[in-house]
């Protein structure tokens, strides 16, 4: 997810990788913040925004959900066979 003014990452830099994605979703984050959006100190709105699609993330994960060490989680897409 970057930021619409993140010139670290820039989004169009994203809208190239994600044209050699298999089944990608990019969100831009419109945000005055650039790269720092979502971190300490900047706009709410930013951090509901990162929050809520973390959140729809993990909940589409569903089965695929485990936890691999002692904080990391990482979901397994359906698709991947094993």
């Known amino acids: 997810m970057p930021a619409s003014t993140d ?41 509901k925004v990162l929050d809520d699609a973390l959140k729809a993330l993990l909940a589409s994960c569903g089965q695929g959900l485990r936890r691999s060490g002692p904080s990391l989680l990482r979901c397994r897409q359906a698709a991947t066979p094993g």
Do not use: R
Request: cysteine-free; aromatic content about 12%; charged content about 15%.
């Open 7 to 47: 010139l670290y990452f820039p989004p169009a830099d994203n809208e190239f990788e994600v044209k050699h994605m298999p089944n990608p979703a990019l969100q831009v984050v419109d945000t005055p913040w650039g790269h720092f959006a979502g971190g300490l100190g900047t706009g709410p709105a930013d951090i």
